[in-house]
Every structure is written in structure tokens, then in C-alpha cells.
């Protein structure tokens, strides 16, 4: 989907701020595109953060090589970096469409507690 087309289509409704779609143009109008290509780290640990100025990060786990597309106003900052908590996300659960599925394998919870074996607080 079309970032601008995304922004025009919910201003002001999903996408608050901006309030109006001509807010959001001149936003858009503004924006930098970053494309922040990651390879996952498999299903066990994420692969890297993408971590955006002033806004926070997201961890991508996965398999295999992917590419994202990150729309920021002019000036802000994104990078990839080292994931902070890449076992963080075996706490959460997936949704399979029918059910909610614990994601936590066996070999996730043995590499967190050799991961918390090694850290020195």
C-alpha cells in the first residue's frame, strides 16, 4: 500500500495528527523514505531493531532476508541496529487466525537462559 495514499485515505480519522488530509500532504510532501533491509536471525531471537528518532524501535524476527520501507517527516533519524532484547519476543503470544498459539519452542527458552547465564548484571 501507498504510504501517501494510506495518509490521504485516513487523516484525520486512523491517522491523528495530522487532522486533515492537506496537513497530511504537506507532510507527506516532506517525508524522507528509508529502506532498511534486515536478515532474521531465525525464529528464536530477532535479527536486528529498527529503531526510528524520537519514536522507539521495532524487533524483526523472522528467516531470510527482508526489506522495509520506513516514511519519517524530514529530519528524523532511522537505522538498524543489534537487537536490545532479541528473546523478548517468545513472552508474546501469535495469533494463527483460529487461536492464540504460545510461541516459545523449546530451544527459545534454552537459549534465554543461557543468554541469562552469561549476562552480568
Not at 523514505?33 to 532474521?40: A, I, P, T
Not at 531493531?49 to 524520537?54: C, L, M, Q, R, T
Amino acid at each position: 500500500l501507498d504510504p501517501a495514499e494510506f495518509a490521504m485515505k485516513h487523516a484525520g480519522e486512523m491517522l491523528t495528527p495530522p487532522f486533515t488530509p492537506e496537513r497530511a500532504q504537506v507532510l507527506l510532501d516532506q517525508a524522507d523514505v528509508h529502506e532498511v533491509w534486515v536478515e532474521g536471525a531465525g525464529r528464536e531471537a530477532a535479527g536486528a531493531d529498527i529503531a526510528i528518532g524520537g519514536v522507539g524501535w521495532v524487533a524483526v524476527t523472522g528467516t531470510g532476508w527482508a526489506c522495509f520501507r520506513v516514511t519519517v517527516p524530514q529530519g528524523i533519524q532511522v537505522y538498524k541496529r543489534s537487537p536490545l532484547m532479541p528473546f523478548e519476543g517468545f513472552n508474546a503470544q501469535k495469533f494463527d487466525g483460529a487461536k492464540v498459539l504460545n510461541v516459545v519452542t523449546r530451544a527459545a527458552k534454552k537459549k534465554m537462559k543461557q543468554s541469562n547465564k552469561k549476562a552480568k548484571w
